[in-house]
Structure formats: structure tokens, C-alpha cells
């Protein structure tokens, strides 16, 4: 058959191709054996150890699991929604933190500093300490004009802890920037502020993509860290203690750790899919 324009391979051509797809084909039979091997001796071995029925029916109880579903998928809805309102409000103050350490002269030395002492203070206090500092303490001080509900300051931690992490991922794709791209632009007659907006960030964020998505996936789980404030939220996590509490059986846990696994793998492919399509050969799975 000839392709488009009226050219036809070779015979050398088509025989080549036709070893390319034998060789494509044994190496996906080759991969498909060796994983069923390795998961069946897997399977084999565990179930046949002394102590499956009991760790079957303590943590892989299905009748349970399928019973105290509703209530986690419930609480797993409001993970869901508390990430993506955090997650822009992270996208905001990091890249607002990010501008402000790159800002060039004397006059912004305060703000540099003020934007270096957050990045620094936030990255270095444990997540689950600004949980509880903000989420006990601010309401206990019972100040008028503050919020007090723990769910809130539990969002605001969220926010100031990844916001510092985030806040570093774009400053080092502005930094990687070339300077000569600054110098043509301001030759061209831009200000510093349209630079920024129109020649700098748009290609910082392109090449921060794949550690952006990343710090995203680690917000989706770590929401279920907002169990620790009480009885304020009842998410999937504090859906899945109630639940173990009244049995003692720890299927609960299992089923929520999967549904959070499910909500993360999606966003997880997209990061490799992402790195691969500017370069980056290591985020491929096989």
C-alpha cells in the first residue's frame, strides 16, 4: 500500500517495521507474565500466612467496608471541596510571595525579607503544630473581630504552609527565567510590572507545572489532616475514626485510604503526563 503522495516503503522498510511490532508484542506478553507471576506468589504467600484471617477480618472486612461507604464518600466530598478553595488560595499568596522576593532594589529590601522570613518560618513548622496553634488557639483568644471557627483557621494553616512551599516552586521558575528576556523586554519599552505579567510568569508557570501538580496531590491528602481541630469537619478521615471507634475494626480506615489513593491517582497521571510532554523522562510509570 502507498502511503500519502504516492510514496511506498521499501521492502527492507516494511520488514523492519514488522520486526518493530514482533519485538512490541513480546515485550508486552514478557511484562504481562512477569506480573501476574509476581502477583500470584504475592497473593499466595499472604493468604496461606498464620495470620491472614485475622488481618482479613480486622482490616479487609468487605461487608463492613461496603456498609460504612456512604457516610466516607460523604465526608471525602467536603476533602474534595476544601482542597480546591485552599488550593487557590495557595496559588494566589505563593505566587504574590514569589514576585515579592525577586523584587530588585534597596527600597524593597523590607519586603524581600518579610517575604523570605514567611517562606522560612512555614516551611520549617511542622504542618499538624500550625494545625493545632491556629485551629485551638486563635478561637480561644475570643477577639471580636476574628473568626472562630476551627474549620476556617484549619484552612487558613493549610494555606500558609503549602503557600510557603509553593511560593519557593514559582520563584524558582522565575528565577529560571534568562535575564536577557527582562533586558529585551524593558528595551522594548515595558515596565517592570508587564514584564513580569507578560514575558516572565507566563513561562515560569509552564515550566513549573509537573512540582505545581505535585504540591497539589499532597494538599488533596493532607486536607485530611483537618480531623485533628475536633467534631468541625467531618471529612472522610474523621468519618472513618467514628466508624472504627464503635467496632474496633479498622476497615474504615482501609476503605478511606483507598478512596483518597482513587482521588489521587488521576492528578498523579496528569503530573507525569504533564512532565513527559516538556522533557522530563522521569515521570513515566513503565
Known amino acids: ?10 521492502a527492507v522498510e516494511l520488514e523492519r517495521r514488522a520486526y518493530r511490532r514482533s519485538r512490541s508484542r513480546r515485550s508486552v506478553l514478557i511484562a504481562l507474565v512477569s506480573t501476574a507471576v509476581v502477583v500470584g506468589v504475592l497473593v499466595t504467600v499472604v493468604v496461606n500466612s498464620s495470620g491472614w484471617p485475622r488481618v482479613r477480618s480486622t482490616f479487609f472486612d468487605l461487608g463492613y467496608g461496603w456498609q460504612v461507604l456512604p457516610d466516607i464518600l460523604r465526608g471525602l466530598w467536603l476533602n474534595v471541596r476544601l482542597m480546591v478553595a485552599c488550593g487557590l488560595c495557595i496559588l494566589v499568596l505563593a505566587m504574590v510571595v514569589a514576585l515579592a522576593r525577586t523584587l530588585r532594589g534597596p527600597v524593597f529590601f523590607p519586603v524581600r525579607i518579610l517575604a523570605t522570613a514567611y517562606a522560612d518560618v512555614f516551611r520549617g513548622l511542622p504542618l499538624i503544630l500550625v494545625l493545632l496553634l491556629l485551629g485551638f488557639g486563635v478561637p480561644s483568644l475570643r477577639l471580636s473581630f476574628l473568626p472562630r471557627d476551627p474549620l476556617f483557621w484549619g484552612c487558613v494553616s493549610l494555606v500558609l504552609v503549602y503557600g510557603a512551599y509553593v511560593s519557593e ?3 524558582a521558575g522565575i528565577e ?9 523586554s524593558r528595551s522594548l519599552g515595558l515596565s517592570h510590572a ?3 505579567r507578560f514575558v516572565v510568569v507566563p513561562q515560569a508557570v509552564r515550566r513549573v507545572l509537573p512540582p505545581l501538580l505535585n504540591d497539589m496531590v499532597a494538599l488533596q491528602k493532607d486536607t485530611g489532616l483537618l480531623y485533628v481541630l475536633g467534631a468541625v469537619a467531618y471529612d472522610a478521615i474523621l468519618n472513618a475514626k467514628i466508624e ?3 467496632t474496633f475494626n479498622y476497615t474504615p480506615y482501609v476503605v478511606a485510604g483507598l478512596l483518597f489513593i482513587l482521588l489521587t491517582i488521576p492528578m ?3 503530573t507525569d503526563h504533564v512532565a513527559r510532554r516538556q522533557g522530563w523522562n522521569g515521570g513515566s510509570v513503565v
Not at 1 to 10: F, I, R
Not at 176 to 184: F, G
Open 268 to 270: 498523579t497521571r496528569l
Open 1 to 10: 500500500m502507498s502511503a500519502p503522495g504516492g510514496w511506498t516503503p521499501s
Open 194 to 196: 508587564q514584564t513580569m
Open 176 to 184: 529560571s527565567i534568562h535575564p536577557s528576556q527582562r533586558a529585551a
Open 244 to 246: 472504627t471507634a464503635r
Open 169 to 171: 516552586v514559582f520563584r
